[in-house]
């Protein structure tokens, strides 16, 4: 997860996404089930233009897991099912993998100290005072992402939720930035430059 400066929104969200976000509250109310949809604007979907912007946020790499060989979702931080009003607020939407998608949707509200919120116990990679270093350590030799030992107890607890919640630490997830590490060495030891921006789990360099 690699901090992420946010640029201000969108004109296209800036004008609606609260009358949008209310519309999808109220259908909601009427009807839990009620799907969720991305509006139109000007002839483009909402959530292509978005996409397109959190791309550029990111560099195509996903805000949570920093892979960037897939398809890109958007992420509602704060549920949607749970925060329709936010569904189309800015500060809310990121990049997102459909691996991150699935297991944040799966762990939600898991693990959580009682009368916590999931939302507010994640870390959340655009929070001005986030980095990676601060939270993190990575074991070179297993591609492990731990908790950082320096990090206050606040901060341990939720770097071990951030983890959890995106199950960071799967297997294959681990073997992926394994070999990204090997290979790094190995263009390091050639004396190659690393095209940072083009390689996926970019913490591992930073
Ligand atoms: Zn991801």
Known sequence: MMKQTRPPTPEYLREHYKAWGHRYADRR?????????????????????????????????????DRNDFGATIDHFRPK???????????????????????????????????????????KP???????????IVNFDTGIIDVNPAATDEEKERTEITIHVFELNKPRRKTARK?????MFELM??????????????????
């Open 81 to 123: 099912s749970r925060f329709p009003r936010l569904a189309f607020a800015w500060p809310n939407l990121f990049l997102c993998c459909n691996e991150c998608q699935q297991a944040k949707a799966t762990n939600f509200d898991n693990r959580l100290p009682e009368g916590t919120t999931f939302d507010k116990r994640l870390l």
């Open 29 to 65: 109310s009427q009807d839990s089930n009620a799907a969720f949809y991305w509006p139109t604007i000007g002839g483009d979907k909402v959530n292509v233009l978005l996409t397109a912007d959190l791309e550029h946020i990111t560099q195509h790499h996903c805000a949570y897991c």
């Open 179 to 183: 070999l990204m590490i090997k290979l």
């Open 126 to 136: 655009d929070t001005q005072d986030y980095t990676f270093q601060r939270y993190f």
């Open 189 to 206: 030891r050639r004396s190659e430059d690393l095209p940072l921006d083009d390689l996926p789990y970019r913490f591992l360099y930073d």
